[in-house]
């Protein structure tokens, strides 16, 4: 932050804090913010030539914008990429433009680069439920088998995250019929859990060694520690290695299966959004048109004018 003012510095301080203080952000999106912040008041602070205060973001022109965007880009900066940084300036300069009382329109106004979302890619529901089939022959320990399968029909049945999975710890034993997830941002939500997950687990418990503690987590690894994510998200590319599914069949998509195959079946967008914890009912539609693709891919195989 050498080259930025202490002034800016301070001031992104404060909105950083604010944004977690009032918007719950998590300290992942915290650390990309600041990032992302940063390196825009770094090239404006060498693009004007000279280390101003908060006086200089207030005369900041659309040729400025143009000509940090045009930067981004030759540094090889994605339009996905570039939409998320100018995302966050824009949310930084809202909160400086209210608190200094200055107008932020050419900041406000820049818009972000065009670009196609990607798809979340699903399984099929045979794959799906083959994927968790699989994983259980993937170990000789019975034990680590039946872990792996509990965690595995949570992503699908209950559509939690790996780290939402987790960080179950033995208190949450045996499930029940609801879990309490505390998701990104610190996003709480109430979760179904399933007969065929509550099972699954019970399974587990029965067969695993280090004993339950209601402090320690639910999911172990061989030695009895917290088990790591990468053992799951392993044993599912081998699994998806003997079904020839593709690269995309991560733990990951069986939560993405989850929601695209409850909407398939007609659920709610607004339940299906409430259940996977997510912030914006754009992030879930993305599910519609997954449904959408699928069913125009059904279409042009089989009308027979097609």
């Known amino acids: ?23 719950g952000r998590s300290e ?17 602070t060498a693009h004007h030539g000279t280390r101003e205060g908060l006086a200089a973001l207030e005369r900041i022109t659309v040729s400025d914008m143009r000509a940090w965007m045009a930067q981004q880009r ?28 200055f107008e932020a329109t ?3 106004s820049t818009r972000a680069p065009k670009f196609t979302r990607k798809l979340p890619r699903p399984l099929a529901e045979d794959a799906a439920r083959a994927m968790i089939d699989t994983v259980e ?9 039946a872990r792996d399968v509990a965690v595995v029909t949570l992503l699908y ?26 998701g990104k941002g610190g996003k709480e939500r109430i979760v179904p859990v399933i007969p065929a997950a509550r099972e699954a687990v019970d399974r587990y418990l029965r067969l695993c060694p280090h004993p339950r503690q209601p402090a320690a987590p639910l999911f172990r690894g061989v030695r009895g520690g917290a088990l790591n994510p990468r053992a799951i998200q392993g044993v599912v590319a081998k699994a998806r290695m003997q079904l020839g599914l593709p690269a995309s069949a991560t733990p990951h998509a069986m939560r993405h299966s989850f929601a695209t195959h409850l909407l398939a079946a007609g659920g709610d967008l607004r339940a299906i959004q409430e259940l996977l914890g997510h912030a914006s009912l754009s992030t879930t539609q993305a599910y519609t048109a997954v449904d959408t693709a699928r069913l125009m891919e059904v279409y042009q195989r089989t009308h027979p004018k097609a």
């Not at 339009?79 to 940084?85: C, D, E, G, I, P």
């Not at 022959?137 to 088998?145: G, I, P």
């Open 1 to 23: 932050m050498s080259l930025i003012s202490p002034a800016c510095r301070d001031a992104l301080q404060h909105w950083l804090e604010s944004q977690k203080a009032l918007a």
């Open 137 to 145: 022959l993937q170990s000789t320990n019975d034990w680590v088998s």
């Open 157 to 182: 049945g209950c559509g939690l995250r790996i780290s939402e999975a987790l960080s179950l710890t033995g208190a949450d034993a045996p499930l029940p019929h609801t879990l309490r997830i505390t």
């Open 28 to 44: 992942n999106t915290l650390t990309a913010y600041r990032g992302d912040v940063t390196d825009f008041l770094a090239f404006m």
């Open 106 to 108: 050419a900041v406000l």
């Open 74 to 101: 030759a540094d090889g900066i994605g339009a996905r990429s570039l939409a998320r940084k100018l995302s966050a300036v824009k949310s930084f300069y809202r909160w400086l433009a209210e608190r200094e009382g």
